[in-house]
């Protein structure tokens, strides 16, 4: 079979990930996005790669775990390649314990995850102050820690890869004619898109909002506290996010949700008390009518595909997705996981 043309409209992580995914099996690629490369949910700043919680295993988390390994490797291939630096680096996650439940659920997991994260990772529970300064404070004196878990820094991530893709001489243009089979990755607004011809609704936006901290931590572990995520990531920055919202009217406005959001986390870690705001950002996140990403083919638009419904994990599942998508595409081959699928959500 020879290698077929790839049109992917939309340079989000998910039509960037696809389009590296191809062009690094040798087909031609064009990548198509009115709005330039990250200007949807993927421009973001927060960037937690983190896992489920192992237990009750299922495709979805087995798809998660395979993505979660395999991201470094791809994330040093698109810097070595394109010379720009996606911020990635697995340095795990601490997350406090609040109370003697918490810490017997929590001890559960370590047997589980030894057996289902394979030896390739590690949860373990520990006191907080083996982590010096740097750890949530913790009702039991006890946290949760990690070795899967990575950060990395979304926008920077999709400047990457344009520079990875730009090295091999795909760029990201405003407006092109269908070449081939065409890859949809058109975030949320794909999603309303569908919805409008569909019966039932696919899939909707659900907002969230995120702040930029002025705070070099250096290279320890993310937290998880307060139901937020706390990035220090590697240029002396640190993200705090982030807002749920399913019901917005600007989706590109922060407001005082996002001032509670810092509020929460200067109270679960003191010590960006005073750090400086940079910058606060919104986008909208794509979530499928199932929560589930939904792969494949558009049904009855033959040769149409169709990568969506990151929502909250998008940046996570996308090395695994750009693999199996690449599969479908260029080799016919189908390994969707049971759940994934765009019929699932139709
Ligand atoms: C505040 C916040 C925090 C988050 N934190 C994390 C996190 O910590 N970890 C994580 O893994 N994920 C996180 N996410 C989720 C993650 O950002 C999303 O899952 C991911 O960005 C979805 O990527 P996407 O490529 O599907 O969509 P998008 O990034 O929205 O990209 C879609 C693109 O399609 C383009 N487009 C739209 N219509 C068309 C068209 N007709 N033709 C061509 N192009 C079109 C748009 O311009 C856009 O660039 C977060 C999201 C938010 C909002």
Same mark, same amino acid.
């Given at each position: 079979?020879?290698?077929?043309?790839?049109?992917?409209?939309?340079?989000?992580?998910?039509?960037?990930?696809?389009?590296?995914?191809?062009?690094?099996?040798?087909?031609?690629?064009?990548?198509?996005?009115?709005?330039?490369?990250?200007?949807?949910?993927?421009?973001?700043?927060?960037?937690?790669?983190?896992?489920?919680?192992?237990?009750?295993?299922?495709?979805?988390?087995?798809?998660?775990?395979?993505? /979660?390994?395999?991201?470094?490797?791809?994330?040093?291939?698109?810097?070595?390649?394109?010379?720009?630096?996606?911020?990635?680096?697995?340095?795990?996650?601490?997350?406090?314990?609040?109370?003697?439940?918490?810490?017997?659920?929590?001890?559960?997991?370590?047997?589980?995850?030894?057996?289902?994260?394979?030896?390739?990772?590690?949860?373990?529970?520990?006191?907080?102050?083996?982590?010096?300064?740097?750890?949530?404070?913790?009702?039991?004196?006890?946290?949760?820690?990690?070795? /899967?878990?990575?950060?990395?820094?979304?926008?920077? &991530?999709? &400047?990457?890869?344009?520079?990875?893709?730009?090295?091999?001489?795909?760029?990201?243009?405003?407006?092109?004619?269908?070449?081939?089979?065409?890859?949809?990755?058109?975030?949320?607004?794909?999603?309303?898109?569908?919805?409008?011809?569909?019966?039932?609704?696919?899939?909707?936006?659900?907002?969230?909002?995120?702040?930029?901290?002025?705070?070099?931590?250096?290279?320890?572990?993310?937290?998880?506290?307060?139901?937020?995520?706390?990035?220090?990531?590697?240029?002396?920055?640190?993200?705090?996010?982030?807002?749920?919202?399913?019901?917005?009217?600007?989706?590109?406005?922060?407001?005082?949700?996002?001032?509670?959001?810092?509020?929460?986390?200067?109270?679960?870690?003191?010590? /960006?008390?005073?750090?400086?705001?940079?910058?606060?950002?919104?986008?909208?996140?794509?979530?499928?009518?199932?929560?589930?990403?939904?792969?494949?083919?558009?049904?009855?638009?033959?040769?149409?595909?169709?990568?969506?419904?990151?929502?909250?994990?998008?940046?996570?599942?996308?090395?695994?997705?750009?693999?199996?998508?690449?599969?479908?595409?260029?080799?016919?081959?189908?390994?969707?996981?049971?759940?994934?699928?765009?019929?699932?959500?139709?």
């Amino acid at each position: 079979m020879a290698t077929p043309e790839i049109t992917v409209r939309g340079a989000g992580i998910f039509g960037l990930s696809i389009a590296w995914a191809c062009h690094r099996r040798g087909a031609p690629v064009q990548i198509v996005d009115p709005h330039g490369p990250g200007a949807g949910s993927s421009g973001g700043i927060v960037g937690a790669l983190a896992p489920h919680v192992p237990e009750n295993w299922n495709p979805k988390k087995a798809f998660q775990l395979d993505s /979660l390994l395999m991201a470094e490797r791809f994330w040093a291939e698109v810097e070595a390649t394109g010379g720009v630096s996606p911020g990635y680096g697995r340095l795990g996650r601490l997350q406090p314990i609040a109370d003697d439940r918490g810490l017997q659920l929590a001890v559960q997991r370590c047997d589980s995850a030894a057996d289902l994260w394979q030896g390739r990772a590690i949860w373990e529970v520990r006191p907080a102050a083996e982590f010096g300064e740097w750890h949530p404070p913790s009702a039991t004196g006890m946290v949760i820690h990690d070795t /899967l878990s990575a950060r990395i820094h979304p926008r920077q &991530a999709c &400047a990457a890869l344009v520079a990875a893709l730009r090295a091999g001489g795909v760029e990201v243009v405003p407006d092109a004619p269908d070449l081939g089979l065409v890859m949809h990755a058109t975030g949320y607004q794909g999603l309303l898109e569908m919805n409008a011809e569909a019966t039932r609704s696919v899939g909707n936006g659900v907002k969230g909002q995120a702040a930029l901290l002025q705070f070099d931590a250096g290279q320890v572990p993310q937290l998880y506290a307060d139901g937020l995520h706390i990035i220090p990531h590697a240029d002396g920055t640190l993200a705090i996010g982030s807002t749920s919202e399913r019901d917005f009217t600007h989706p590109a406005d922060t407001d005082s949700q996002l001032e509670e959001v810092i509020a929460r986390a200067r109270r679960a870690v003191p010590q /960006l008390e005073g750090a400086a705001i940079l910058s606060r950002w919104a986008g909208v996140r794509p979530r499928a009518r199932t929560r589930a990403p939904m792969l494949g083919e558009w049904p009855g638009r033959r040769g149409h595909f169709i990568a969506n419904g990151g929502f909250k994990i998008g940046f996570g599942m996308a090395p695994r997705i750009a693999d199996v998508m690449a599969d479908l595409l260029l080799e016919g081959r189908d390994a969707i996981p049971a759940g994934f699928r765009v019929s699932d959500n139709l």
